[in-house]
């Protein structure tokens, strides 16, 4: 299912969860007609947890179908449910950055991240994600994660991504890779969708051009 909504109020959709093709990880403080889009969407488990104490989790942590990479922020408590609500490998990353879904870009196949993770912490997210994982930017910019919307199928980029960019993306992640926008003219399109091989939830103000394009390179269409 596609569908276009917003987050108590906020269009930044891609900011409130964390999904994968297995489950999605919402705040248990999410509207009930936000759960409602979510479960229509999805028809997927649901996973209820704050991390770091927020509700927009999808800035913080990263997941694919192996494992969840959270910031050292995330509490005592939020590790052991998250541990306890699903079967991966969820654990947390020694650094000083804490965004990890705007920093770290990430599917079943592979991973790219933040220039600035020493090698000690890529190490850690490639043994929590069990993928290869590169430095890289998107558009020039460090925030792959918040730059890039991606599935197992498909990859829609900051529109002044680079074709460099855009071929390392594709050659480690293995998908097709297009530029794109959300919510008329965002190019920070995770920021904008949630999505995974079987749906997509896109905020309210995209465009139904942006949206056709999205779904056209997640395979939707």
Same mark, same amino acid.
């Given at each position: 299912?596609?569908?276009?909504?917003?987050?108590?109020?906020?269009?930044?959709?891609?900011?409130?969860?964390?999904?994968?093709?297995?489950?999605?990880?919402?705040?248990?403080?999410?509207?009930?007609?936000?759960? %409602?889009?979510?479960?229509?969407?999805?028809?997927?488990?649901?996973?209820?947890?704050?991390?770091?104490?927020? %509700?927009?989790?999808?800035?913080?942590?990263?997941?694919?179908?192996?494992?969840?990479?959270?910031?050292?922020?995330?509490? %005592?408590?939020?590790?052991?449910?998250?541990?306890?609500?699903?079967?991966?490998?969820?654990?947390?990353?020694?650094?000083?950055?804490?965004?990890?879904?705007?920093?770290?870009?990430?599917?079943?196949?592979?991973?790219?991240?933040?220039?600035?993770?020493?090698?000690?912490?890529?190490?850690?997210?490639?043994?929590?994600?069990?993928?290869?994982?590169?430095?890289?930017?998107?558009?020039?910019?460090?925030?792959?994660?918040?730059?890039?919307?991606?599935?197992?199928?498909?990859?829609?980029?900051?529109?002044?991504?680079?074709?460099?960019?855009?071929?390392?993306?594709?050659?480690?992640?293995?998908?097709?890779?297009?530029?794109?926008?959300?919510?008329?003219?965002?190019?920070?399109?995770?920021?904008?969708?949630?999505?995974?091989?079987?749906?997509?939830?896109?905020?309210?103000?995209?465009?139904?051009?942006?949206?056709?394009?999205?779904?056209?390179?997640?395979?939707?269409?």
């Amino acid at each position: 299912m596609i569908a276009r909504t917003d987050f108590e109020g906020d269009v930044n959709v891609g900011a409130f969860g964390v999904i994968t093709d297995q489950f999605i990880c919402i705040s248990p403080n999410m509207s009930e007609k936000a759960h %409602d889009v979510i479960e229509r969407a999805f028809n997927l488990p649901v996973i209820h947890s704050t991390i770091a104490s927020l %509700d927009a989790i999808g800035l913080v942590a990263v997941a694919n179908s192996h494992g969840m990479v959270l910031p050292y922020t995330v509490s %005592d408590d939020e590790l052991a449910h998250l541990k306890r609500s699903t079967k991966i490998n969820v654990d947390w990353v020694d650094s000083k950055m804490t965004a990890m879904g705007n920093i770290i870009l990430a599917n079943d196949n592979g991973a790219l991240c933040h220039p600035e993770f020493d090698s000690a912490a890529r190490k850690k997210i490639a043994d929590i994600l069990d993928v290869e994982v590169h430095p890289g930017t998107v558009a020039k910019l460090p925030i792959v994660g918040a730059n890039t919307i991606i599935t197992n199928r498909g990859a829609v980029v900051h529109p002044m991504a680079t074709d460099k960019e855009m071929d390392k993306i594709s050659e480690l992640l293995k998908v097709h890779v297009e530029v794109g926008t959300v919510n008329r003219g965002s190019p920070y399109t995770n920021l904008g969708v949630l999505a995974n091989i079987d749906g997509m939830i896109a905020g309210s103000d995209t465009t139904g051009v942006e949206l056709a394009h999205i779904s056209q390179v997640l395979g939707f269409v």
